[in-house]
C-alpha cells in the first residue's frame, strides 16, 4: 500500500506544478504554442500557344502567350473536394490564391487545370498532353503577406499548340 501511495504521489505531482504554473507549457522548460498564423496559398503559372505568333511571342520558346484562358485549382481527398476558378492574364500569366479551406488538403492533392486554350486556332493541348492531365504543384517559397505566410507554388507552363501546324 505503501508503493502504491508513492505512484500516486508521482503521478499527481506534475499536475500540481502544472496547475501551480498557471497551466502553461513554457514553465516547465518548453516553448510557448506558436500564435495563430494566417496561412495562405498561391499558384501560379503560364498559358502558352505553341508555334502561333501572337502579341508577346517568345522565340526561345517559339511560343506566344495566352491571355483569358480558364484556369482551376482541384484539391480533393477522398469525398472532400475544392476547386478555385481562376483566369490568366496579359501575358498569359495566371495567379490563384486562397486563404480559407487550404489547410486540410496537401500539395499532392492539389492540381491545376488549363481545360482549353482560349484561341481557338490554338485549341490542342501539348504539354502535358491530354485534356484531363492536371498539371502538378511544385513548391517555391514562403512570402511574407501582411496578415500572415503564404506558401507560393507554381505549375509552370501549359502548351497548347495549333490543330494544323501553320495555320494560327
Not at 26 to 52: A, D, E, R, T, Y
Request: some cysteine.
Amino acid at each position: 500500500m505503501a508503493l502504491l501511495g508513492s505512484c500516486a504521489l508521482l503521478i499527481s505531482l506534475p499536475a500540481v506544478l502544472l496547475l501551480s504554473l498557471g497551466g502553461r507549457a513554457s514553465g516547465m522548460g518548453l516553448p510557448p504554442p506558436p500564435p495563430m498564423v494566417n496561412f495562405s496559398i498561391g499558384v501560379q503559372g503560364v498559358v502558352w500557344c505553341k508555334s502561333c505568333r501572337y502579341p508577346g511571342y517568345f522565340p526561345p520558346m517559339d511560343a506566344s502567350p495566352l491571355p483569358g484562358a480558364e484556369v482551376y485549382l482541384r484539391c480533393k481527398h477522398g469525398r472532400r473536394a475544392l476547386t478555385v476558378p481562376g483566369r490568366s492574364g496579359p501575358g498569359g500569366y495566371f495567379l490563384i490564391q486562397k486563404s480559407r479551406q487550404m489547410s486540410s488538403f496537401t500539395s499532392q492533392q492539389c492540381r491545376v487545370y488549363v481545360p482549353s486554350s482560349p484561341a481557338r486556332a490554338c485549341g490542342v493541348p501539348a504539354y502535358p498532353s491530354g485534356r484531363n492531365k492536371g498539371l502538378p504543384l511544385k513548391f517555391q517559397e514562403f512570402v511574407n503577406r501582411g496578415n500572415g505566410l503564404q506558401g507560393m507554388y507554381s505549375v509552370g507552363n501549359r502548351l497548347f499548340r495549333p490543330k494544323y501546324p501553320g495555320r494560327c
